[in-house]
T-cell receptor, first 117, second 112 residues
Framework: GAVVSQHPSWVICKSGTSVKIECRSL??????MFWYRQFPKQSLMLMAT?????????EQGVEKDKFLINHASLTLSTLTVTSAHPEDSSFYIC?????????????FGPGTRLTVL | QQQVKQSPQSLIVQKGGISIINCAYE??????FPWYQQFPGKGPALLIA?????SEKKEGRFTISFNKSAKQFSLHIMDSQPGDSATYFC???????????FGAGTILRVKS
């Protein structure tokens, strides 16, 4: 149980284009989803928290107009990197937190490797 | 006050040995302490987690020891195997609406 998927697993795009990454909870309802960014050999950096049906809450320093997050249902959240540039190249990972008695538990997706040329 | 300090940065252990990774936190409002295992190119996987009402939790070869007064917790991997070679992250949460604060990570290499 508690499986989270991400699509695509990797993407290469040209500078200036937009890229959408999907995060799905496959066997549970995720009241909250989180988006992280991870650079090589570094820890996870939280970008934003999204709750189903409401606007995402962004961490300080994260541009909300550049990283658009939509949490349209209890099983799907999307991250759109708009007008991507080479410095946006990174490993993007989502996690999902289920409603219920253990709300703090986060289950992570497999990650999406974004390379911007 | 929101930081979680993790050590060591890297660790080499012989097969069959015990791997020990330590974390310390400042914020006493934290009440949930998970450990994650991450292989290269993969997302972190929840390994084991503990809450402050117990001082130790064991699942198979993995044990969390928790010292509330010292605000420290550690992961012990018994009988370490080459397949355990990965990056391990501690985290703390519960005080900011489900957000987790992650440690910097420990790269574990188990030599066969």
């Amino acid at each position: 149980g508690a499986v989270v998927s991400q699509h695509p697993s990797w993407v290469i795009c040209k500078s200036g284009t937009s890229v959408k990454i999907e995060c799905r909870s496959l066997d549970f309802q995720a009241t909250t989803m989180f988006w992280y960014r991870q650079f090589p050999k570094q820890s996870l950096m939280l970008m934003a928290t999204s709750n189903e049906g409401s606007k995402a809450t962004y961490e300080q320093g994260v541009e909300k107009d550049k990283f658009l997050i939509n949490h349209a249902s209890l099983t799907l959240s999307t991250l759109t990197v708009t007008s991507a540039h080479p410095e946006d190249s990174s490993f993007y990972i989502c996690s999902a937190s289920a409603s219920g008695s253990l709300p703090d538990t986060q289950y992570f997706g497999p990650g999406t490797r974004l390379t911007v040329l | 006050q929101q930081q979680v300090k993790q050590s060591p940065q890297s660790l080499i252990v012989q097969k069959g040995g015990i791997s020990i990774i330590n974390c310390a936190y400042e914020n006493t409002a934290f009440d949930y302490f998970p450990w994650y295992q991450q292989f290269p190119g993969k997302g972190p996987a929840l390994l084991i987690a503990i809450r402050p009402d117990v001082s130790e939790k064991k699942e198979g070869r993995f044990t969390i020891s928790f010292n509330k007064s010292a605000k420290q917790f550690s992961l012990h991997i018994m009988d370490s195997q080459p397949g355990d070679s990965a990056t391990y992250f501690c985290a703390a949460g519960g005080n900011r609406g489900n957000k987790l604060v992650f440690g910097a990570g420990t790269i574990l290499r188990v030599k066969s």
